[in-house]
């Protein structure tokens, strides 16, 4: 097998040596096998070149888990304390009954749930709201410091989805029903059309605790079709253990396995040399680099002892309730900082539907979750305003479905699919807009209807990724799968 | 009104005719919207009605008459005459059509059945008719869709000639050559042994050879030497679990998968589906039988546990949920497995590109729509959630399949139920359905001896246990009358004593037990004499004993749980105190569970004077006949002239061998997938599988043998190649192949002699898969129930995996640098070489190390060069390892339990041994 090379060894050699500079990785790392060899010159994949001017280079897409109440968030209705306690059909909004939407727009997966149903003893709102900021948009006064961040926001308070029950969570991140199958996640086609900035950092970082097993599982930041390499990777906050498998335990010295990285290299370059032709083994020998200093990279990511007081602060590091989910914003900022594409946060994880699904006591888990990332959230607008870093990073707030109108067990609220609030900021978002309507009980989105797929369009647009252009053979994609962006909130 | 629309939507179009000049640059328009270069019909406009109109005017389908899918075609027009004027878009009756009306949709393609022109391309259409709707002199017109290559018959091929003359050896090369000499390309030697021995191993079996086996290969000189190795290796047992995996992606094998212990999607104990697939591998039986045996072995042999573990195929696809959702995917991938056919894509509307119908679709679906799913008692567990035999059945017989309009299950055509069917179009032999009878035992498994024999030794077990009961309570009973008769002191203290209320029931507990036993013996023999053929004819008097039996059976245990109830109300009445409300309701519930209990009683009681002879049987009765659809279906894909199920599965086979495929879209030979690169051979293969009864072996040993298999994945001297063919599509040079994530596993054990090679039996948590050392297909696979370290490198998608991806992402190398598994196994191997060779302190001893690692992981020997690295490096690292005080230890990460070596130079040694087990040659098959 040795002594059949044709390629002089030192010039070879000096190929594969430092700096690599004719190989473009992450064309070698998408060269995944979902195109092969044989398939090339028809298609080939995304090189990473976005397909036109992007506004947005990272997203931070921030989900709430469980279905956050939009009418007591970014939608008031005040004809909810108008009609306290009335059934709908006896009130000037029953038509909201009559909908076509509440056909349309639902695809049950377990007909006789105890939840999932339309409430129809109206609800008053649970807490006041007020118009903030210079644009003055009404939000809840769950939300004060969000508040403030109001004119660089747009609201989106139109939007449907069809899954009464919570597989709406994976719905929000494929655009897909869960009866439908396996599709990849938004921070997928992201990560699989634009590729890396920075590639010590895992491009496409998930942080929280993802979706549970009954509403998504990992698929909720999968990359399904698009394999493996497009997952989602799981980061802690801790520096000990940020990623699996980031560090081989205290029975290793770091001088005994940095000689050990070198000899890897000194051999593998060595074997190469009869096999100048075989791309993934140059690949291989790149990714080991690359791990090596993902090593040291990803932990300095939640070296938060290098940012201020004043920042940890801003934040809520200093404060109970706020420090976790703060400690994640913290780190999303740090992540793009540092070229990282997109970063998903969960919040709200309680291994099941998800600690927002307030069927009850709303009041009670409403204040204490707003609580918990209302400042940590304003602290991320701010913060990445004054390092210059908003203008290319989108913000993306959502959740899975609002809540009903009406009350369920006597102080909570039920899945609604009908209608609902997301909101968006920076990367080349209007802020100070809100954006289409529900009706005036928050039943149905009414004006300016947008499925979760124009959420996924307006992202990809911003990153200068035409979806259409990211199709793989053979994986037919709907026309709703591509979705529209949100022109108006468009810059 | 027409005209005047049209001036609106030309001003409209204005901008984008201008973005058109822009972004194709090639179909420039002026500002009057009409082009000034002309628009060609081919490469402009073809595309787009080959994208929104053929589907319905094309080969397949002339709606209206109407084809659109050539220009002249389209000129033509339909049944009602012309559709374009030439010169004049605006008096065409095409763009009438397809141009949106104000904000109103166009008619065309009709709402559902296709998507609407964009403005770019309705003012490509536009400006092709104003330009004169100039069609090309010579043009392609579309064939027929029914003739395309895959929906031919196979005939075997004649093996070509070379220069005229017969390829001697092997006529898979015969094709290979035939292709290299039309193309030009020079076909690259036969590889060295040793990489050729690791090759035919880790594709044979997924393991690497050991060094003895290694040694031997290259000791071996006799011509035979490597198809004897072939020979051993078809016959490994491993062969089974190597193979068995490449078709568990096929067929899509599943473990259970849901939320916590709910299951949501396919079934608990499929994994004697995964070992029936391993096994009829290593048996070799035949690729048809086993299609036929996982689509309806419970048709072909009901009685056959062995047989039925098949239809795990089936059960995969069992969904909570949704039925549609499971017969969906039920369709979709037994079309796609078994027939290279994506019937899916004509669930909503009429397949886009192949001869397939909706309705042939949801007559597709017929075949499926009666079978459900079951788990039967297996010999020592009757409990079906620890252990039982899940396998398919039809259940409900006259199930009905209606054509959902638009794909949408809300909107079921129930007019028109629709009979089970196979697309005539895809094979000369139709659907033969035959009704299968049951027997007895086959469709009522409480006949089956050993159920008969668990229900009996469960009803013992409580008698005894009740018997026991009693007796102990007596016994009590009788030494404390004793203990205080002997103390001649006061009566023993009363809360020791079993309480008489308490015996009672214990007594009544024994009665109940001997009645429900007598029940279970009448009702067995009334079972035996109903089922038996004919019926036995005491039979009716049996079923009235047993019925009689289970009636008085019921009385005493309706008469135990009265006893249970008193003796309950007594115990809280004793405990009840005046100021605590907790005993006062225990006392409420205490009467009202015994009101309850007399009420029953009186229920069981007054049911005991009818005297009909109906008796409870033992578990379900299922229909005494099977439809006989699937089996019809499984006879119809194997049958001979069906032209795709052997092209299917040879390509499948040839793509796991060479890393490429004949037909590189493996699940879709339709038109829409991409031609063979060797059609020939794919047909002369097909054919051989099916004359040699349908032997994957003999496929195996076909491929393997020929010296296609056996060149040099390197391109050598042969770089011309390279400009005719760089990816290799006609195999002048063996494609080097990433190990897929299995074998990383299990090879990265093996060779440090730490796999457990234990076979089969129910699957392994996968959250274990870094201390249990089985191999990775005995272990857990669910949608949400994957092994990370596996996951990293592109383990199977569960959903759907007809090929495997092969990416390279530093995930891995840290997975494979950092995780427990390897730091452990590269210890324990350095110490296990190290025993071999000789301790560090012998001088020789270094070498023979070094050489024994390269050989015991890579499989070959190193070169001078690598030699000299390795012996700097074990030099060095001994000194650095030597001086601890001055190195720092990682803060973090997992805790191994095999510690490092003590002695520097023995750990520099397990550091050499990590590193080549991250070596590329340890990943890559050469």
């Known amino acids: 097998m040795h002594g059949q090379s044709t390629t002089p060894r030192r010039q070879f050699l000096a190929d594969v040596g430092m700096g690599f500079t004719g190989l473009a990785l992450s064309a070698m790392l998408h060269r995944d096998g979902v195109v092969r060899g044989d398939e090339q010159g028809a298609w080939t994949p995304p090189t990473g070149v976005p397909h036109f001017a992007p506004k947005a280079k990272s997203v931070i897409w921030l989900f709430m888990i469980g279905g956050t109440s939009h009418m007591e968030s970014f939608d008031p209705k005040p004809e909810l304390n108008k009609y306290a306690g009335e059934e709908i059909g006896n009130t000037p909004h029953k038509d909201v009954l009559e909908a076509k939407f509440l056909d349309d727009n639902l695809r049950v997966v377990v007909p006789n749930d105890a939840n999932g149903h339309i409430r129809h003893k109206l609800y008053p709102l649970q807490v006041g709201f007020q118009k903030r900021g210079k644009s003055g948009i009404e939000i809840s006064d769950w939300w004060p410091h969000l508040g403030e961040c109001v004119d660089d926001m747009a609201i989106v308070r139109s939007m449907w989805t069809t899954d009464n029950n919570h597989g709406a969570q994976y719905q929000f991140h494929t655009g897909r029903h869960s009866l439908e199958g396996e599709f990849p996640t938004i921070g997928a086609w992201a990560h699989y059309g634009l590729g890396s900035l920075n590639d010590n950092l895992p491009q496409f970082v998930v942080m929280g605790t993802p979706i549970a097993d009954c509403c998504g599982g990992v698929r909720g930041h999968g990359a399904s079709y698009l394999g493996p390499a497009h997952n989602g990777v799981e980061l802690n906050v801790d520096p000990q253990n940020p990623l699996p498998f980031a560090a081989p335990g205290g029975d290793v010295y770091r001088e005994e396995q940095r000689g050990q990285f070198e000899l890897l290299n000194q051999l593998n370059r060595t074997a190469a040399v009869e096999y100048p032709e075989d791309q993934a083994s140059l690949a291989r020998i790149k990714s080991y680099e690359l791990a090596y200093r993902m090593q040291s990279a990803v932990p300095d990511v939640v070296r938060f002892s290098e940012e201020t007081q004043e920042t940890q602060q801003l934040y809520g590091l200093d404060q109970k309730e706020t420090k976790d989910f703060g400690e994640q914003c913290l780190a999303a900022t740090r992540l793009v900082e540092r070229g990282v594409r997109f970063v998903q946060i969960f919040h709200g994880s309680n291994g099941g539907a998800g600690a927002w699904d307030a069927h009850s006591n709303l009041q009670k888990g409403h204040a204490k979750l707003c609580g918990q990332t209302d400042k940590p959230i304003a602290g991320l607008i701010k913060d990445l305003k004054r390092r210059g870093l908003l203008e290319e990073t989108l913000i993306v707030w959502a959740t899975e479905f609002g809540r009903t109108p009406g009350t369920q067990n006597s102080n909570g609220r039920d899945h609604h699919p009908f209608g609902f609030s997301v909101w968006l900021a920076g990367g080349g978002i209007k802020g100070g807009i809100a954006h289409g309507a529900t009706d005036a009980i928050g039943f149905h989105a009414i004006d300016n209807r947008h499925y979760v797929t124009d959420v996924h369009a307006t992202v990809l647009h911003q990153l200068g990724l035409d979806p259409r252009r990211l199709v793989v053979p053979g994986r037919k994609r709907l026309e709703i799968d591509f979705g529209r962006p949100i022109q108006d909130i468009i810059a | ?926």
């Open chain 2, 1 to 926: 009104m027409m005209r005047g629309q049209s001036l609106i939507v030309h001003s409209l179009l204005l901008p984008t005719a201008v973005m058109l000049c822009v972004a194709g640059g090639t179909a420039c328009a002026d500002e009057n919207g009409d082009a000034a270069r002309p628009v060609d019909f081919a490469r402009d406009v073809k595309p787009i009605l080959a994208a929104h109109c053929a589907q319905c005017h094309g080969a397949l389908r002339q709606r209206g008459g109407l084809r659109l899918d050539a220009g002249s075609l389209a000129l033509k027009g339909g049944d009602s005459g012309e559709v374009i004027a030439p010169g004049s878009a605006d008096d065409s009756i095409l763009v009438e059509y397809i141009r949106p009306d104000g904000d109103e949709p166009p008619l065309m393609p009709p709402a559902g059945e296709g998507t609407p022109l964009e403005e770019e391309e309705l003012a490509v259409v536009t400006a092709w008719i104003n330009q004169g709707a100039r069609v090309p002199a010579t043009e392609e017109i579309p064939p027929d869709p029914r003739l395309h290559w895959s929906f031919q018959p196979v005939e075997r091929p004649l093996v070509p000639e070379i220069d005229g003359k017969p390829v001697s050896g092997n006529p898979i090369d015969a094709f290979i050559l035939a292709k290299h000499k039309e193309l030009q390309l020079a076909a690259r030697p036969e590889t060295d042994k040793a990489t050729l021995l690791r090759r035919v191993y880790l594709d044979l079996i997924g393991l690497p050879p050991t060094r003895e086996e290694l040694h031997a290969f290259l000791a071996d000189e006799s011509p035979s030497a490597y198809e004897t190795v072939v020979d051993r290796l078809l016959a490994s047992p491993h062969y089974g679990e190597r193979w068995g995996r490449h078709w568990m992606d096929v067929w899509r094998y599943s473990d259970w998968a849901g939320y916590r212990a709910e299951v949501r999607e396919s079934q608990p104990h499929i994994w004697r589906w995964r070992d029936w697939i391993i096994e009829s591998l290593n048996a070799d039986k035949p690729y048809d039988q086993m299609v036929r045996e996982m689509l309806a072995g419970d048709e072909i042999a009901p009685s056959d546990p062995d047989t039925l573990r098949a239809t795990g195929y089936l059960v995969r696809n069992w969904y909570k949920f949704n039925r549609n959702v499971w017969l969906e995917a039920t369709v979709e991938h037994t079309s796609k497995a078994f027939l290279g056919i994506t019937m899916n894509c004509a669930k909503c509307h009429d397949h886009m590109y192949d001869p397939i119908l909706q309705r042939d679709y949801y007559q597709f679906r017929a075949i499926f729509e009666p079978h459900q799913v079951r788990t039967d008692q297996v010999p020592g567990q009757l409990n079906t959630e620890k252990d039982g035999l899940v396998h398919v059945f039809d259940q409900d017989l006259e199930a009905d399949t209606f054509l959902f309009r638009r794909g949408n299950e809300k909107h079921p055509d129930k007019d028109n139920p629709l009979t089970a069917a196979v697309p005539a179009s895809l094979a000369p032999v139709s659907l033969q359905v035959q009704p299968v009878k049951l027997a007895p035992r086959e469709y009522y498994p409480g006949l089956r001896d050993y159920v008969e024999e668990g229900n009996l030794n469960y009803a013992r077990a409580a008698l005894r246990n009740a018997e026991a009961e009693l007796k102990k309570l007596t016994d009590q009973l009788t030494a404390a009358t004793q203990t205080a008769k002997a103390e001649e002191a006061q009566q023993p203290p009363p809360e020791t004593l079993p309480s008489p209320l308490a015996m009672a029931a214990a007594a009544k507990r024994v009665a109940y037990e001997l009645l429900q036993l007598q029940s279970v013996q009448a009702r067995i023999a009334a079972d035996r004499a109903r089922y038996a053929d004919p019926p036995a004819e005491n039979a009716e008097a049996l079923a009235q004993a047993a019925a009689a039996a289970e009636r008085e059976a019921n009385v005493a245990k309706a008469q135990w749980e009265v006893a249970k109830a008193e003796s309950a109300l007594q115990t809280a009445k004793d405990a009840e105190k005046p100021d605590d409300d907790k005993t006062k309701q225990a006392v409420t519930k205490a009467q009202t569970d015994l009101d309850k209990a007399n009420k029953d009683l009186e229920t069981a009681v007054a049911a005991r004077e009818k005297t009909d002879g109906g008796y409870s049987p033992f578990g379900e009765v299922y229909p005494a006949h099977s439809t006989g659809r699937r089996l019809a279906l499984a006879r119809w894909i194997t049958h001979r002239d069906n032209p795709l199920a052997a092209r299917v599965a040879v390509n499948h086979i040839w793509l796991r061998h060479f890393g490429s495929a004949l037909v590189p879209s493996v699940f879709d030979f339709g038109l829409n997938g991409k031609p063979p690169t060797h059609p020939e051979l794919l047909d002369w293969l097909a054919v051989e599988l099916m004359d040699h009864g349908w032997s994957m072996k003999h496929i195996h040993r076909l491929i393997i043998t020929s010296r296609a298999y056996r060149m040099s994945s390197t391109v050598g001297d042969a770089t011309g190649n390279l400009a005719v063919d760089p990816d290799n599509t006609y195999l002048w040079r063996m494609n080097a192949r990433r190990l897929e994530a299995e074998s990383v596993r299990d090879a990265l054990l093996y060779v440090c002699g730490k796999l457990d090679m234990t076979a089969g039996a129910p699957e392994i948590d996968q959250p274990d898969g870094q201390t249990n050392l089985r191999r990775r297909v005995y272990f857990r696979s669910g949608k949400e129930k994957q092994m990370l370290y596996l996951e990293l490198f592109d383990q199977a998608n569960v959903n759907d995996c007809y090929r495997r991806n092969e990416s390279i992402v530093p995930q891995q190398a840290l997975a494979m640098v950092n995780s427990p598994l390897s730091l452990s196994q590269g210890r324990v191997l350095a110490n296990t070489l190290t025993t071999a060779t000789g301790e560090p302190s012998a001088p020789e001893s270094t070498e023979n190390f070094i050489t024994a690692a390269f050989e015991q992981i890579l499989c070959r020997t190193p070169s001078d060069e690598e030699r000299a690295t390795c012996t700097e490096f074990l030099r060095k690292q001994s000194e650095l390892l030597a001086a601890p005080g001055e190195l720092t230890r990682f803060d973090s990460g997992p805790e191994v339990k095999t510690k490092p070596s003590q002695d520097p130079a023995l750990r520099a040694r397990e550091n050499l041994v990590q590193v080549l087990l991250n070596h590329n040659d340890f990943f890559t098959i050469r």
